[in-house]
């Protein structure tokens, strides 16, 4: 089970504040969908809340097994998807795999050989990532993130660049891996994205 407290948080750049006054309770089962426009700061509270960024007021704080989790381990809880992330380019589908899953542990049964199965991918296994198209790196982005063992996966606007087929593959694959995960959902209101949250926070209701 893991937790994460969220007391009166706040994020100013500069003289503009992102979001302030936020406060919230998650947990292990909950699907949070963060909605808003685009800029209005939806990505900046999710890098908040995967602790690579600080915030400006207020506190978050995490547990897990109900044991505190201090700042710096927080990244060990978290694995995220976003179209900002950088593959490396130079490498393979086969060696990216392999790679990120040296610093990240690999969900319980499942196997590379197995990823590049279920991802349709098998195919272009030995293909460099540079001759990807941009939904092929968007679906290696989610596949690397929603086969981690993390109990808390974040994913900012998951089907940018994927076409319908891509889409229904991933909302497959996202519920295969679901469960014992606090699942965090960016979306500018893409139903195709939210189509798992049970719980709804508006960006735009934290601007004052």
Not at 141 to 168: M, Q
Not at 188 to 197: A, H, S, T
Request: glycine fraction near 4%; aromatic fraction near 10%; proline fraction near 2%.
């Amino acid at each position: 089970m893991v937790t994460i407290d969220i007391d009166k948080i706040g994020k100013k750049f500069r003289n503009e504040w992102i979001f302030k006054n936020l406060s919230l309770q998650l947990k292990t089962g909950d699907v949070l969908g963060i909605t808003g426009s685009n800029g209005s700061g939806k990505s900046t509270l999710l890098q908040v809340l995967s602790g690579f960024m600080s915030v400006s007021t207020g506190s978050i704080s995490y547990s897990y097994n109900h044991k505190h989790v201090q700042p710096d381990s927080v990244y060990e809880l978290v694995s995220l998807a976003s179209p900002y992330l950088v593959l490396v380019e130079d490498y393979t589908l086969r060696e990216m795999l392999k790679f990120y899953f040296r610093f990240k542990k690999i969900a319980n049964g499942i196997t590379v050989d197995n990823i590049l199965e279920e991802s349709l991918l098998k195919q272009h296994a030995d293909k460099q990532l540079k001759d990807f198209s941009s939904g092929m790196k968007q679906k290696v982005k989610l596949l690397l993130a929603i086969t981690s063992d993390t109990p808390i996966l974040l994913l900012d606007e998951p089907c940018t660049n994927l076409d319908s087929h891509v889409i229904e593959w991933y909302q497959q694959y996202l519920r295969k891996f679901s469960s014992d995960r606090l699942i965090i959902v960016c979306s500018n209101q893409v139903k195709e994205e939210l189509f798992m949250c049970n719980k709804f926070l508006s960006i735009e209701d934290f601007k004052k």
